[in-house]
């Protein structure tokens, strides 16, 4: 098809696609606001075996930050340890007794995370027509991550692509459109509703951990979610969508002139949670085996107060 | 009770309620081993109404940390914001869209937060017969917070002591025991069984945040579980036990020459997973009010690589 | 006198003591350039004993930051060390050799330290007419710490206001006039020209550490520099001016709607570089004992990149 | 020669060329003893032109590191910026003032710095005697670098060897002996004596910025010193020793079986400075220029407490 993707369509669906105003004014929240109570028990009556699987990738030194935009991977010491104990460097404590402490120093978008809804912005306006004056070196005072601390917890859903097109993963640059979702999602029996968690898996991280490379993980070409999706996540009211991929959207993007533009049009406008570096793997392998792509799903922020994301360790439990 | 407690009962009882060795030489799980597939369903049968609480306090500069073992506060700074987007500094993304990235420093130990198995130790030993050589510089190789990445999800049990005993708060010093515990749980109609998760509420936090000051918060003298718990909690096969309190433990310690002593038991012999600084007062709230003392509950940590403690943002779903 | 000292004041006067354009439109050293050659030879001749004194205090937990503007004390931890040799953690290096490492979180203005011309600004603009937009999250791209790398060295001068009064410290809220300085200068037979680094010894810190608290150090009342002395820098050519206090000025300020005015006059106008938490009491013992207040002085920045301030260890060359 | 060199020369030439004792058992300076208040005065009579030029590689992401031994380049962030103003984020301040402060977290042998004489060490003990059970979490409680606060200043003596030599860099893997540096001393007309600060340019450096790459900088193969320079540093009474690449010594080392002798020898036994990623390719030009290869030489760490090392600012002033 012959249309042309661009800045312009970003403003234009952000204005189509728009959740502003709908929960209040006042709404930090989003589309977390899908997930109501009720759904809360609903997919607390999902599970079947009792299994937990963790969607996080370890938090360390093997992570993919190549250091683009100043993202590390998370930086680990020792304010205390074993080797102190054996120095007599403990000997304050008392009988021989001793202890380990330690630190981190991460970005909060280096490894497995949400987007907060302070994390995008255009014209001078977050979600919920919030200024961008209110992002500062203190902080995000509106939209940030301690405004979600009681979620995210709600029904999950597997899109496993990759196994759907019984292929390994997904090339870079694929366009994942609505209508492979559906497809993907009929052909193992779930279907999607309002307040649901969609974790798409396209299969390149998988491949960055067989080849032993991040090579091109962070921002180049990748498998993701096309601009098209905007409307699809916005009727279906999706609460939520990560993927197993560094931003969720295909990269190159569709439109030259905007970076990542369903960030723009999903986060900004929509209020939609972005879950990014998901790894999927070993919920994909459990999926398989109980042929059951849906689950309760955990996966809440530590609420760093102003924070514009969050490190996390979601969990599915099948 | 004249009964002399010392090192040596630490050491005597850290062989008596020992489960090194119970799961198998190579474990580094401890006491979430209880937490059976069978039990994570019985607790995903517990809410009744979908309310999620959380219980992890907010992590910023107003937390608790005075320093003390060089534990400071998180401290969160932004690599890009929206006053960058004003400045034009993010004009090498086209068509004016732009975003904000952040970052943290932070002990793991500085807010709402789980003790891994390689946190305490003595003799040369930690959890599981594993060498204290094994936590260095270079983290630990054993007994790691990234073991339990798939934990912590079971049936938490709230025991709100200051509403059992009508009181704001427990007084600094209060030795909770077994048959306090007990109490409160029958006084509530909830009882405590194999791989509970058990979060005892003193009302010290209440109190800081009431009155506004952390003063003695951090190691001063403070309400928590007596020493004598540790044969309860290995009896009861508890998995997990938290408090709103900087350490667990009842402060001073009942053992002049071993600080922490419960730790040194529970944590290192028993393999007894401790939770600190939980804000348990929403929680408080809501089980008053519905008259349930029983959830799902579910505070993975991050799986830190190496690390002998996580920062957790727990969730209570009932 | 009934001068009314206030915002219109520090426009007004930034006006009159402005050098911008004076080094040319690119210029980035401000009264650095005052620092010619033949004054650097002339300075090295000052020396006569060979007596090399440190004007900086440790870099530690013990230092004066009380979180004011996100300020803490320098945060120093280990990478590796002793206790790791003795744990066995550096056996991959062959034959029994081991080292140490670490690494410091710390704000470039914890300590003693220069700010750089980037440091303050008013109505959009920095030093020599340098947009502010220049500094953001990615650091100052004007006019930042790196650009004086191969500063600062030339003659330093005492000005050891409490020795001459025979006072411990003068007072908080002690205003330093212009003739104050000459005063102290001419009785310790010491002449002030063109290209000197000034420090003023106020003997704050030397109360400080006596009374080992910093209750107030930071931010709170102090004695200093009077905004009347932004006219005597500038016409004597100054080429830097340090102090033993938090913030250069007398603290209250004498201008209530303009914080800190001397150096939104004298770094942002004239282009002064100021220096802070001077340690001045080695350095005040020499003096005294040799009756010499004039030598060579070398404080050069770390050359960090994009830096608005760098913490330094000013050496005093007698 | 065939002689062999493994990890017995190592400790038999650590005890032919050991300081320790030499300056009493209290010593934590080692050769900066050599400099003597005379020599001072003396190296502050070399400056003919005034001219000062800084050794210092910029600190920022740019830099050599490579992730080796946790190591990673200087990280620069803002707490206060031009941004944060434009953003009204700083309207507390009254009267449109406004200000800029940042933070760094650097590894401290990230960049231009010397090693504290807490740096490495065998056998259980480091120079002097000292056991390293002093060096862990806590910092080093002996030979740290705030020990040297008052250094390091003295006559510096720059080896031009690849000026000397007439090719851009020395090979990877030279072996530069004590005649190498005695013959280019000659060439260039300057005498190397007791309490000379001694700066080797190779050139490795050079070409690292020429060719844009750090390949290998950080413990790969390398020009450096021969573990036979260890006798000649001792016997000359060199004060310190310092580089343009990553660690001094010749790579790979002479010895298979212990790693960096040299530094095992000099730094432990002899007491010796070592400096390394001195930038020296202006200094070359500089004494090219004038034909003098003398100056005065000043390189202060920062005092940070129990640090085993510090960036530095190094300055020649001739």
């Not at 369509?9 to 189509?16: D, I, L, M, S």
């Not at 010491?77 to 630190?103: H, I, K, T, V």
């Not at 306006?125 to 509106?142: E, F, H, P, W």
């Not at 917890?153 to 899109?159: E, F, K, Y």
């Amino acid at each position: 098809m012959a249309e042309k993707l661009d800045a312009q369509t970003v403003r234009e669906w952000g204005r189509r696609y728009s959740n502003w105003g709908r929960w209040g004014k006042q709404d930090e929240r989003g589309t977390l606001n899908f997930i109501t109570p009720a759904r809360v028990l609903e997919a607390c009556a999902l599970p079947r075996s009792g299994r937990v699987i963790s969607c996080a990738l370890p938090f360390d030194q093997n992570g993919p930050q190549s250091g683009l935009a100043g993202r590390h991977n998370p930086i680990h010491w020792m304010l205390a340890d074993g080797g102190d104990a054996l120095a007599g460097a403990q000997d304050f404590l008392p009988g021989g007794f001793n202890y380990a402490d330690d630190a981190v120093h991460m970005p909060l978008q280096c490894g497995t995370q949400w987007d907060a809804l302070s994390h995008v912005f255009y014209d001078g306006k977050m979600y919920n027509d919030r200024d961008i004056k209110l992002v500062t070196s203190q902080g995000a005072r509106a939209n940030a991550i301690e405004k979600i601390a009681n979620g995210v917890v709600g029904r999950g859903v597997l899109i496993d692509l990759p196994r759907f097109l019984r292929i390994p993963w997904l090339d870079d640059g694929t366009r994942i459109q609505p209508e492979d979702i559906d497809a993907c999602a009929e052909a193992f029996g779930v279907a999607i509703g309002s307040g649901d968690i969609v974790l798409v898996r396209t299969g390149m991280l998988t491949r960055c951990l067989e080849q032993k490379s991040w090579q091109g993980y962070c921002g180049g070409p990748a498998p993701g979610l096309s601009i098209h999706c905007a409307r699809w996540l916005f009727e279906r009211e999706i609460a939520a969508v990560a993927t197993d991929t560094w931003g969720v959207e295909v990269r190159p993007n569709e439109t030259p002139d905007c970076f990542q533009p369903l960030h723009m049009i999903s986060l900004r406008n929509t209020g939609l949670l972005l879950g990014e570096i998901f790894f999927l793997d070993e919920l994909s392998r459990a999926c398989a085996e109980d042929g059951r792509y849906e689950f309760l799903f955990t996966a809440p922020p530590l609420p760093i107060t102003g924070a514009v994301g969050s490190p996390i360790n979601p969990l599915a439990i099948k």
